[in-house]
């Protein structure tokens, strides 16, 4: 066990090395010249690289190759305050850009009806968007609204993307609060697809519940983000 802990940390060391001096935007070597001069099989530095990727500092482009990122534009925030990535986007100075977006109507799952409260033939309204940071996908966003709270009129050419900040401008209903599930995963295919990365990597994500005045769920969502992009924090008080 030790000598195998000792190779992949050797493995990471070196791979960490090699993107460190290499320039952004520049390409390492393929993977069989990169195995070859490690040491290692392909699947053991494909597995390797996987860190460096949901990290942000590699991006693999198929059929292209391996290209270096370093990320200059990260994602540095406290959870304390709800608010949208467009938000904490203007507010910290970084520049993002709306990818892939879908709004439809569509009939609510057993999953979403159990966390809105809702009829079993009640329908939702789906809205999913991409976040570019740097001409890259970084994050993919899921808000499952019941109908009633949101129409596809709603919807205008200069909707931003943010449920939340829909929500704000109409001033209505009343917002109160948001609970928050987090955790690390392993990308599903449909997502990894969307975020140009591996299926298995792992990303952050984010499951909230938005909470109106009245107690009622408002907003359910769902939210994968890149690792390397956004450092969030918490500020906790000793008790």
Do not use: W
Request: proline share 4%.
């Amino acid at each position: 066990m030790k000598r195998h802990n000792s190779k992949s940390q050797y493995l990471q060391e070196k791979l960490s090395q090699l993107i460190a001096m290499t320039k952004p935007g520049e390409r390492l070597p393929s993977e069989p010249a990169l195995a070859k001069d490690l040491g290692v099989s392909r699947a053991t530095l494909r597995e390797a690289m996987r860190t460096f990727e949901t990290q942000g500092l590699i991006r693999r482009r198929q059929g292209s190759g391996t290209y270096v990122t370093h990320p200059t534009q990260v994602f540095e925030s406290g959870l304390e305050m709800l608010e949208s990535i467009e938000t904490m986007a203007k507010r910290i100075g970084l520049e993002v850009q709306m990818g892939e977006m879908k709004v439809f109507e569509r009939p609510a799952t057993f999953e979403e009806t159990e966390a809105l409260n809702l009829k079993d033939s009640a329908n939702v309204t789906h809205v999913s968007r991409v976040i570019h940071v740097e001409n890259r996908p970084v994050a993919y966003l899921i808000d499952i609204v019941p109908v009633e709270m949101l129409e596809m009129d709603d919807f205008e050419e200069d909707f931003t993307g943010s449920v939340l900040d829909l929500f704000l401008e109409h001033g209505k209903p009343m917002l109160i609060s948001s609970r928050c599930e987090i955790k690390a995963v392993s990308a599903p295919v449909e997502v990894a697809k969307l975020l140009g990365i591996q299926r298995r990597d792992v990303l952050l994500s984010f499951v909230a519940y938005l909470y109106a005045s009245d107690g009622r769920v408002v907003d359910y969502s769902y939210s994968y983000f890149l690792p390397g992009y956004f450092h969030f924090h918490v500020i906790r008080k000793v008790g």
